[in-house]
């Protein structure tokens, strides 16, 4: 089983900073891609960021320039620092991972539980 722990969301203001990490435990072999998605009230959810274990990042066209999406390998952690917030940066935040369990597996999705990110105006 793996799991993935949020933390570092919260309520801001409008030009404000914060930093979200995820790390991920259980049984791991290694995790290929990791990242974030939000989901804001009543809309879908959408990526925000995504690093490989080769550091291949995207970025969806709303956050560059304002998100840096980083990891770090040996602790299974992914961060994401948000610089220049906006109240429409308003959502819950997931923490995605393509987790290989055994040298023998294919990549698995997990989810964390989300942690709530409010930016006021």
């Known amino acids: 089983q793996v799991q993935l722990v949020e933390s570092g969301g919260g309520l801001v203001q409008t030009g404000e900073s914060l930093r979200l990490s995820c790390a991920a435990s259980?049984?791991?072999?290694?995790?290929?891609?990791m990242g974030w998605y939000r989901q804001a009230p009543g809309k879908q959810r959408e990526l925000v960021a995504t690093?490989?274990?080769?550091?291949?990042?995207d970025y969806a066209d709303s956050v560059k320039g304002r998100f840096t999406v980083s990891r770090d390998n040996a602790k299974n952690t992914v961060y994401l620092q948000m610089d220049s917030l906006k109240p429409e940066d308003t959502a819950v935040y997931y923490c995605?991972?393509?987790?290989?369990?055994?040298?023998?597996?294919?990549?698995?999705?997990?989810w964390g539980q989300g942690t709530q990110v409010t930016v006021s105006s």
């Open positions: 995605h991972a393509s987790v290989v369990v055994t040298m023998f597996s294919i990549p698995s999705p997990y």
């Open positions: 259980g049984s791991i072999f290694t995790i290929n891609r």
């Open positions: 690093i490989t274990s080769g550091g291949n990042i």
